[in-house]
């Protein structure tokens, strides 16, 4: 008989993140003197602007070493409510705003505030994969609308009714995608607004962070359509656009009723994040987009790079993102056959490890991201690494036989 496990459920139920575990991969390969190319964790390559680490540096002298008001500091979230006025013309109050440690908390506290047990959750796939481990940790039940790379990934407005029902709570989404980098115009975002104001049960997590890393011209937020604006959960952080990823710093934007019961969640779990962070996230928003733009059109540059390359990789499927830094191209071509020890390569999860062995390069199995047809390769790293990185794929693929 087998002991029963002393965790609970809810933990023995959860997956561990896949984008973190290859990462993790990656790095035990690599200290054993493999040199690994990591294209596996999505994070900007650059380094935190200057402006920013001073204004942390300043932060620290002027004690700002206690706690914070647990919703962040007014001056930061006044800076925020600046920036979504200026940059995306959304009206918000400093009472509207709950800064987080991450955009990754925002979300799971904005999924905690609203979902009942048997709520449904609808998520287009492929999504990020923490958004339905986090809706099962809520009790909530994911639904899934499924796109493929036709579609260039995107869900239309007849998709999303049919996928609607009673029990529908909450729909969550990322635009610029991660995943696909996949980005909704205004009109799709109106498209899709207008079956919202048809149900007004439901919610809609709109996940902004690679706001700024979009190829196609303006960003276009769903929280612009007055109609469905009080159900609109807005998350966004600094971890993309001012390479930040360490500092832990993210919001969220939503009704007062809203942003009120995560006030009152965070409260009771985390408190207000790092107090050196938010100063430095204050100077962040206050310098303006300069080294934003730099790295967007670094990220815009290695796009065009990799699609070049990785179009050249027979049986390899591949569209041009519009946004974020990653590619998810369809690798089925590969599943059924062998490598030279004669293992076969039967999911996503299986050529993601083998190019990690046999390649050297770590990239993520779509499967958690909901399609298992796909990989996802991060293009953060330097332009050298992304062509050594998809000479190796190329050149591991061959050997598959
Ligand atoms: N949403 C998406 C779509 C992401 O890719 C990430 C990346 N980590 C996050 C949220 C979380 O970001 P943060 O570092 O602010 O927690
Ligand atoms: N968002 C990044 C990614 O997708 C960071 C890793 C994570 O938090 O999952 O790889």
Redesign the pocket.
């Known amino acids: 008989m087998s002991t029963p496990s002393i965790l609970s459920d809810r933990i023995n139920n959860l997956s561990e993140?896949a984008?973190?575990k290859m990462t993790k991969l990656g790095r035990e390969l690599a200290s054993k003197g493999i040199n690994v190319i990591s294209l596996s964790?999505?994070?900007p390559d650059f380094d935190t602007p200057d402006h920013v680490k001073q204004a942390a540096k300043q932060a620290l002298d002027e004690n700002y070493t206690r706690y914070s008001p647990v919703p962040g500091y007014p001056d930061l979230r006044k800076a925020i409510a600046n920036k979504l006025k200026t940059e995306n013309n959304l009206d918000y109050d400093i009472s509207q705003i709950v800064v987080s440690t991450g955009a990754?908390q925002s979300l799971s506290n904005a999924i905690l505030t609203l979902i009942n047990p048997d709520d449904e959750v609808i998520i287009p796939t492929p999504y990020?994969?923490?958004y339905s481990e986090m809706v099962t940790l809520a009790g909530g039940k994911s639904v899934f609308i499924n796109t493929t790379i036709e579609s260039d990934f995107k869900i239309t407005p007849e998709e999303l009714e049919a996928a609607i029902t009673p029990k529908t709570k909450l729909f969550m989404f990322s635009s610029p995608c991660?995943p696909t980098g996949s980005v909704y115009s205004k009109d799709e975002l109106a498209g899709l607004a207008r079956v919202f104001e048809k149900h007004p049960h439901i919610y809609i997590i709109s996940d902004e962070i690679y706001e700024h890393i979009n190829f196609i011209g303006k960003h276009e937020s769903i929280a612009q359509f007055e109609s469905i604006k009080d159900r609109v959960i807005l998350i966004n952080g600094f971890s993309k656009a001012f390479a930040m990823t360490g500092w832990r710093l993210g919001y969220l934007a939503a009704s007062r009723e809203i942003a009120a019961a995560n006030d009152k969640l965070q409260g009771q779990t985390t408190s207000g994040t790092c107090s050196i962070a938010q100063r430095a996230g204050i100077a962040a928003y206050e310098q303006g987009l300069e080294t934003v733009l730099e790295m967007k059109n670094a990220f815009e540059r290695r796009r065009e790079l990799v699609y070049n390359l990785l179009k050249d990789i027979p049986g390899v499927k591949t569209n041009l993102p519009q946004g974020a830094f990653y590619f998810f191209p369809d690798i089925s071509a590969f599943f059924g056959k062998k490598d030279l020890q004669g293992n076969e390569i039967r999911d996503s999860a299986d050529l993601a490890l083998y190019l990690l062995n046999e390649g050297h390069v770590a990239t993520v199995g779509g499967d958690s991201f909901g399609n298992d047809n796909y990989i996802r390769i991060?293009y953060a790293a330097s332009d050298d690494a992304l062509r050594e990185a998809l000479r190796r794929i190329k050149e591991a693929l061959a050997k598959l036989a």
């Open positions: 993140s984008t973190l964790v999505g994070e990754k990020w994969v923490s991660n991060s």
